[in-house]
């Protein structure tokens, strides 16, 4: 899977095991979904899973780990992946944008993503294959991308990695789930939360840093829309526009406090971490409304970015990290 902040590849055990652990559960709703990460453990799992994000490229990766089904797609997907990864290169908006204008891959595989791109944007597959084939194509530009994680800025030097050359894989493809097949939706998170499930999972996001900023070119890549850019980074412009309440100090209790009213499920399982604008105590008293609620802590290091320190435009280092590990909270609600 891509490189993403924010991902909750070392508390799965823990949420699928809060989940595992409520009576005569079968579905889920991961309601902001991300990489798909958890929709995809849960799914091997066995439950029903509806996984929701209102970003383009989120809503591709759930398409093909929570929706698409191995037993319809493995043989076409790996057929094509042959194909595509026998092009040539051909260099074009995202060579210019990302690899000229700004520097977050090599030329050479910038060429490659061009034509694959296009390629799949002229055969008008179905919507499963689709996702599964522009997850192939993102996951292997994410393995020679050079950046800490987050495509907010590039690394002044070359990452060792960046030099490797585009190879697509077929992503990890499971069968139907015993409960039922999965959904991906791309909706805003009052609309899907309404969706009839056993447990919804809330991953909300935790402060000012918009997912769509920090994965620009996933967008970019999967709309292949080719918008107008800005800055070092080449963000698309809609990055200026687009916004979420739970992005906002603000307009965070309000939003999240409206998601936990409209959830239908019987039961809540809750992602947050200290670095988030409530407290623990705060998200416990939001929680208490649906139930008792169960608080299981976690110590984890900070990413990476957050390690190597504070930096300006010009790649200055300019100030000190406050701290280098944080705590991230599962609450279990109902």
């Known amino acids: 899977m891509i490189k993403y902040l924010g991902s909750k590849r070392r508390l799965i055990p823990s949420i699928v095991g809060a989940v595992a652990a409520l009576p005569e559960a079968r579905s889920v709703l991961d309601l902001f979904s991300g990489t798909s990460r958890v929709g995809l453990a849960l799914k091997a799992s066995g439950y029903r899973v509806v996984a929701n994000d209102h970003n383009a490229y989120a809503a591709t990766l759930a398409r093909c780990y929570v929706q698409a089904d191995r037993e319809r797609l493995l043989s076409d997907a790996s057929t094509l992946v042959a194909e595509l990864n026998a092009l040539p290169g051909s260099p074009g908006y995202f060579t210019e944008t990302w690899c000229e204008r700004s520097r977050f891959f090599q030329p050479k595989n910038g060429e490659r993503v061009d034509a694959i791109r296009e390629s799949i944007a002229r055969r008008g597959f179905d919507p499963e294959l689709e996702a599964v084939l522009l997850t192939s194509l993102m996951e292997a530009a994410d393995r020679v991308d050079s950046t800490t994680g987050l495509q907010m800025a590039y690394l002044k030097e070359w990452a060792p990695r960046a030099h490797q050359d585009l190879a697509l894989r077929v992503p990890e493809l499971l069968s139907r789930a015993q409960h039922g097949a999965g959904e991906a939706l791309q909706q805003d998170a009052l609309v899907a939360a309404e969706r009839e499930v056993d447990v919804a999972y809330l991953d909300p996001p935790y402060n000012q ?126």
């Open 209 to 334: 840093h918009k997912y769509l900023g920090n994965y620009h070119i996933w967008e970019s890549l999967v709309l292949w829309d080719k918008p107008e850019v800005y800055g070092r980074a080449c963000k698309r412009v809609d990055c200026r526009t687009r916004s979420s309440p739970f992005n906002s100090r603000p307009r965070f209790v309000e939003a999240m406090r409206a998601v936990i009213g409209r959830v239908r499920a019987r039961w809540l399982v809750v992602s947050f971490s200290d670095e988030g604008y409530v407290t623990r105590e705060e998200m416990e008293a939001m929680l208490a409304t649906r139930g008792e609620v169960r608080v299981i802590a976690h110590d984890y290091k900070r990413y990476v970015g957050a390690q190597i320190g504070i930096y300006n435009p010009a790649g200055e280092k300019v100030g000190r990290v406050g701290h280098l590990r944080n705590r991230e909270f599962l609450f279990v609600v109902g």
